[in-house]
């Protein structure tokens, strides 16, 4: 019932990640429509403030995404782990594989390992098709970049961005290309929250908060090198790692710190609690140091001199 209300139509579910990438570049276009009119920092509080309404109608229209009861069963585009275990090709992929640690046992032990094997290779397997189906999609849309970069769009797209006054002296659709820039960010967004609920096997509404996200990727770009689309790369996999293990971090950090206090001491207690705020700590510090010591970031922007 959950998919039927989406609308599933029992296509493959790789079409869905089009299909987002569709609907977000068609939201994009028409919030672009009503906002890009606007000056830079009404333009921030206008697209945040839409970004909250449209936050609001997936949580509250249950009639569309059932709401904060979230849409789950979700199918996945790579094998479920529990239909891996019980393929005899599976298991006989593995066996192959870990024959060295298989040789030296026989009977019942043979097959209580290779069973152990087969289920830790299986989950190992299921997270390969994903690193290989999101590669191949980031390797795609990083090559689009780059054309669009060298094209005589992308130099006029970076003549807007530096002087947008010269720009339209000289004839540019200065807001249609900002409306095209938005609508062509919104859709590979789109794109990646397809496959994000993809992953997950599930739509939780009630999970995404805007300011967030949108401060992470902020970060990513300006950490990355913005201007530059390999840098932009490696800032959001080197800003995603520290967002991930900056929590675990400082749990570890605090908990050697206040290694000579009493277990039941109330100070040791709420810094261990407030632990999962150094995530905006660490985000915070590695942003001030990237803009004082190299403020085009990891890989600046290359400026052709030529």
């Known amino acids: 019932m959950a998919i039927t209300k989406l ?8 079409l869905s990640w089009v299909a987002g990438g569709a609907f ?5 276009w028409l919030v672009g429509k009503i906002a890009l009119g606007l000056r830079a920092d009404y333009l921030a509080i206008a697209t945040l403030g839409i970004s909250e309404i449209i936050i609001a109608v997936l949580k509250n229209e249950d009639w569309l995404t059932r709401g904060v009861k979230n849409v789950t069963g979700l199918p ?66 990083l090559t689009l970049c780059v054309l ?8 006029m ?23 095209q820039i938005f609508v062509l960010g919104s859709a590979v967004v ?9 992953l997950d096997g599930q739509f939780t ?24 689309n390999l840098g932009a790369v490696i800032g959001g996999f080197f800003i995603w790692f520290l967002w991930v293990e900056a929590e675990p971090a400082g749990t570890w950090l605090i908990s050697v710190l206040t290694a000579g206090m009493e277990e039941t001491s109330p100070l040791r ?9 150094m995530r905006v700590f660490v985000m915070g510090l590695v942003l001030l140091l990237v803009m004082r010591f190299t403020p085009g970031g990891i890989l600046p922007e290359r400026v052709k001199t030529k």
């Not at 977000?24 to 994009?28: E, N, W």
């Not at 669009?148 to 130099?155: D, I, T, V």
């Open 148 to 155: 669009a970069l060298n094209s005589p769009w992308g130099r």
């Open 76 to 141: 996945r585009p790579v094998p479920y782990e529990i239909d891996l275990q019980q393929s005899p090709w599976f298991r006989q992929e593995v066996a192959e594989f870990a024959h060295r640690q298989l040789n030296s046992l026989s009977g019942a032990a043979r097959e209580d390992r290779l069973a152990g094997l087969v289920t830790e290779y299986s989950g190992l397997f299921v997270k390969l098709c994903y690193a290989g189906l999101f590669a191949l999609v980031l390797l795609v849309i």
């Open 205 to 228: 509404p009630g999970t995404y908060q805007p300011l967030r996200f949108t401060f992470l990727i902020w970060v990513m770009v300006v950490v990355g090198g913005s201007g530059n």
């Open 157 to 179: 797209i970076r003549a807007i961005r530096d002087n947008e006054v010269a720009a339209e002296a000289m004839g540019k659709d200065v807001k249609g290309r900002h409306l």
């Open 7 to 14: 609308g599933g139509l029992g296509l493959p579910i790789l």
């Open 190 to 198: 789109g794109i990646a929250g397809a496959m994000l609920v993809t």
């Open 269 to 277: 207690l709420h810094l261990i609690d407030n632990a999962q705020h």
């Open 24 to 28: 977000a570049a068609g939201a994009a």
